[in-house]
């Protein structure tokens, strides 16, 4: 008997139409990857290869063309508490203090002021943050403002939590130190994510599954299964990393002279029929 996936994508592509003529682009196409729950899976891709498109359509903030999302079964359609979504960019509303700010998700579920004080303190203690709740973002270092984007969104006790390039923006002492901190707090809570980055290293240290992407149109081009012991010191630096390492960085490698062939021969092409 088969275990229901967490969140399934299947066979999803995504179009869009090219402005002032009857073409369309294609961003995304066929894709189908499974996550069980609990899980954390991390997508690698080169460069304009859909990533952000496809975390647009795990939050619902637009429909694949064809294909389907689904969450315990159910489709996605739209926005939704079930789903906590971190981007590179913190986010945080300026007005409001970081216990503020984790509180604005709880206050859609309907909970007291005073029910969303104890869940928001107990929340930014989790990332690290404990008395911490009465500053403002601008009195809080990128590494805290992002620790306070992770507590917001797990608040509301989503049930799968979307990460696009979260760490992408820090400096590199910083994003390992979180990289640590968000494996702890996977550990912790059980949640199951699905991280997007263009970092290999940041892939390989985080994730149990890296899938990696082809370049545009998005594809799945292989799912590599990582097993590391990150308990160990100085990780990266172990043989085995260093093997995972190569074999994404080939796979990614290729598909980035991939694009630049198929740029250099519609450049060529467009010369042509000059």
């Known amino acids: 008997m088969s275990t229901l996936p967490k969140l399934r994508l299947e066979h999803v592509t995504k179009q869009f139409s090219v402005r002032g003529s009857d073409e369309t682009f294609t961003a995304l196409d066929d894709v189908s990857i499974d996550l069980a729950a609990g899980e954390f899976l991390v997508l690698v891709g080169p460069s304009g290869c859909g990533k952000s498109t496809l975390l647009d ?18 489709s996605v359609s739209g926005p939704g508490l079930d789903r906590g979504i971190v981007f590179q960019q913190y986010a945080l ?17 309907g909970l007291s ?34 620790r306070v984007a992770i507590a917001r969104s797990l608040a509301f ?3 799968v939590l979307l990460m696009d390039e979260p760490f992408a923006a820090l400096d ?29 290293d940041e892939a390989i240290y985080l994730g149990q599954r890296v899938a990696v992407l082809t370049s545009r149109p998005g594809r799945v081009k292989t799912i590599v299964d990582i097993d590391i012991d990150r308990h160990v010191e100085d990780v990266r630096s172990g043989e085995a990393f260093r093997q995972y390492r190569h074999v994404i ?23 042509e029929h000059v």
């Open 93 to 109: 509303l300026p007005w409001r203090t970081a216990r503020a700010n984790v509180e604005f998700g709880l206050e859609a579920k």
């Open 249 to 271: 960085w080939s796979l990614l490698h290729s598909e980035v002279e991939r694009a630049r062939d198929l740029e250099l021969g519609a450049a060529t092409a467009g010369v």
């Open 157 to 159: 006790d989503p049930e």
């Open 172 to 200: 590199a002492q910083t994003r390992e130190s979180l990289q640590d901190e968000l494996l702890r707090i996977w550990r912790e809570t059980g949640k199951t994510i699905l991280f997007i980055t263009h970092g290999i």
């Open 113 to 146: 002021k005073k029910q969303g004080r104890v869940l928001a303190d107990d929340y930014l203690d989790l990332v690290g943050l404990a008395g911490f709740g009465d500053r403002y973002p601008h009195e809080l270092s990128g590494g805290m403002k992002q």
């Open 57 to 74: 359509l795990l939050g619902g903030l637009s429909e694949p063309t064809s294909g389907r999302i689904l969450l315990d079964g159910r």
